[in-house]
């Protein structure tokens, strides 16, 4: 069974970067896409990116297109969003989780769920 971790959140002030990272452990070869959501009090998870395990192509969310980057390293068993050019409407919790697609932004089309690291972007 695939089990997520994610790692790298923090406080950050706007304009700034930071790299989150998520770790599948388990049956890797299971794994054909990873995605990232976010999410906020009282609202539901919101798509950021996906990612395909096989051949890395990327999948975005307008709201974050042009400032993060969604990349995996099939050799580390690693996912990284690197996130530029934060914005104080990019505080959420982010989450990783692994679907049988990555060009979806549906959360329910993805499981496995991480717990979660807190992004906090101050202005």
């Known amino acids: 069974q695939v089990q997520l971790v994610e790692s790298g959140g923090g406080l950050v002030q706007a304009g700034g970067s930071l790299r989150l990272s998520c770790a599948p452990s388990g049956r890797t070869f299971r794994i054909y896409a990873v995605g990232w959501f976010r999410q906020t009090p009282g609202k539901g998870r919101e798509f950021v990116a996906a990612?395909?395990?096989?051949?890395?192509?990327?999948y975005y969310a307008d709201s974050v297109k042009g400032r993060f980057i969604i990349s995996r390293d099939n050799v580390k068993n690693m996912v990284y969003l690197q996130m530029n050019s934060l914005k104080p409407e990019d505080t959420a919790v982010y989450y990783c989780?692994?679907?049988?697609?990555?060009?979806?932004?549906?959360?329910?089309?993805?499981?496995?769920w991480g717990q979660g690291t807190q992004v906090t972007v101050s202005s």
């Open positions: 989780g692994r679907g049988a697609r990555y060009n979806t932004d549906k959360a329910t089309d993805f499981g496995s």
């Open positions: 990612v395909s395990w096989s051949s890395g192509s990327a």
